[in-house]
């Protein structure tokens, strides 16, 4: 079996991120988004729901989700082995999840997920709405701490300094947020 | 929030997972393994006659197919908890085989006059009592690393984890049992095991979820 090009990049990332390295790991999600976008995409396609969905589905939720799992379940690729059926099996099973939820029923196997032309988001970065509205129900400390590094883009440090907390109860705080966002994600009906 | 903003909190969050899947399986089969051992020795005990019994194929023959199950089982823990990961599933077709080769032979040394009281026995209710209550301590071993790993088949993963956790009990319970006829272990053992592993499917289907 030939793995393609892409993801034995993605596995040497994702080798360095495992050992603690940020930027590896930052360039490996980067990476795998437009991928995840692209096989989210089709197999909603397929299914005949359109980008914003009849039903309000947003693929990029999907997408979001993904990620969020990818993340929290990164322990469970196996360095040994190629990442794209790894990372072909999260997405399968989460696009799966969503559209069952919502009363879909859907067999449509994804191929390796490298197997796709990847879809970009445009400049400003694509929107997922879901997420906004789980923050909304963490505890204010925890959406603070999110917001603070993801929309407004400052390191842990700074948002610990900010907060007048240690930088060790900022990331466990963050952890248990992303936790969260992830069960929420799941139990979340529509 | 956009995708490119949800890395970076992503990334920020270093809570890297202390154990590797394999390590985490090491332990949870040590620690399912000495709650049923503690279990066992404390209240269950090994038969009064098992230095003269464990000259006997029959009752040897017992923890071949209780191990077999254990073993093959414990195999298929890793694949179905990570994600993409090839399965052999026909491993598990081991522990009935074996039990069946064993049940003909069986059918062959013995009478057909013998053959009923055989599988009857004499302690099926314990057997169908205690190696579900030997499995309890390994199969929530299991289905904790399962929960902590992402199985995306909840319900066969809380089944294999079922039949895991009863090979692990059974193994220990046939140090009890004297019924050690195969025809025996064949009913009450196979009967007991799909307790446990029913119980692990609906658990698997309720708690295995990510």
Redesign the interface.
């Known amino acids: 079996m030939t793995h393609s090009e892409p993801e034995e990049q993605w596995a040497a990332w994702m080798r360095l991120a495992?050992d603690?390295d940020?930027d590896a790991?930052?360039r490996v999600?980067?990476a795998i988004?437009p991928y995840v976008r692209a096989q989210t995409r089709n197999r909603f396609k397929r299914l005949g729901i359109d980008r914003l969905g009849r039903d309000g589905v947003d693929p990029?939720d999907v997408?979001?989700e993904i990620?969020?799992?990818v993340?929290?379940?990164?322990?469970?690729?196996?360095m040994e082995?190629p990442i794209?059926?790894?990372?072909?099996?999260?997405t399968?099973?989460k696009v799966i999840?969503t559209l069952r939820r919502r009363g879909y029923r859907s067999d449509v196997p994804i191929e390796d997920v490298a197997n796709v032309l990847p879809v970009e988001?445009a400049e400003?970065?694509?929107?997922?709405r879901d997420?906004?509205r789980m923050?909304e129900r963490l505890n204010d400390r925890q959406r603070d701490i999110?917001q603070s590094?993801?929309?407004r883009?400052n390191?842990?440090r700074e948002t610990a300094e900010r907060l007048n907390m240690s930088d060790g109860a900022v990331?466990?705080a963050?952890?248990r947020?992303?936790k969260s966002l992830?069960l929420l994600f799941?139990s979340d009906p529509a | 929030?956009?995708?490119?903003?949800?890395?970076?909190?992503?990334?920020?969050?270093?809570?890297?997972?202390p154990?590797?899947?394999g390590a985490a399986l090491a332990l949870s089969v040590l620690a399912g393994a000495l709650i049923a051992a503690v279990l066992f020795f404390v209240a269950i005990r090994p038969r009064p006659d098992i230095a003269d019994a464990a000259h006997h194929i029959r009752f040897l023959f017992k923890f071949v197919a209780t191990a077999s199950l254990a073993t093959t089982a414990l195999c298929l823990i890793l694949p179905l908890?990570?994600?993409?990961?090839t399965l052999h599933r026909a491993v598990l077709a081991v522990a009935p085989v074996l039990l069946g080769l064993a049940c003909i032979a069986e059918l062959l040394a013995v009478p057909s006059a013998e053959w009923g009281t055989r599988l009857v026995g004499t302690n099926a209710r314990f057997c169908l009592t205690l190696i579900p209550l030997l499995s309890l301590g390994p199969l929530a071993c299991f289905l904790w690393l399962m929960r902590w790993?992402?199985p995306?088949a909840p319900g066969f993963a809380g089944l294999a984890a079922g039949l895991a956790a009863s090979g692990i009990g059974a193994t220990f319970y046939a140090a009890h049992c004297t019924d050690d006829s195969p025809l025996f272990v064949t009913v009450w053992y196979s009967l007991a095991t799909a307790l446990v592993a029913t119980a692990g499917f609906y658990l698997g289907r309720r708690y295995l979820?990510?």
Do not use: F, N
Request: glycine share 8%.
């Open positions: 495992l603690g940020g790991y930052r999600l980067a988004t990029e997408v979001q990620l969020l799992a993340h929290l379940k990164r322990h469970t690729w196996d082995r794209g059926p790894w990372l072909a099996a999260i399968r099973h999840d988001a400003d970065g694509l929107d997922g997420l906004d923050l999110v590094i993801s929309m883009g390191s842990v990331r466990v963050l952890h947020a992303l992830a799941r | 929030m956009k995708t490119d903003e949800l890395i970076e909190s992503l990334v920020a969050d270093e809570a890297a997972a154990v590797r899947p908890a990570q994600p993409g990961a790993c992402a995306t979820r990510w």
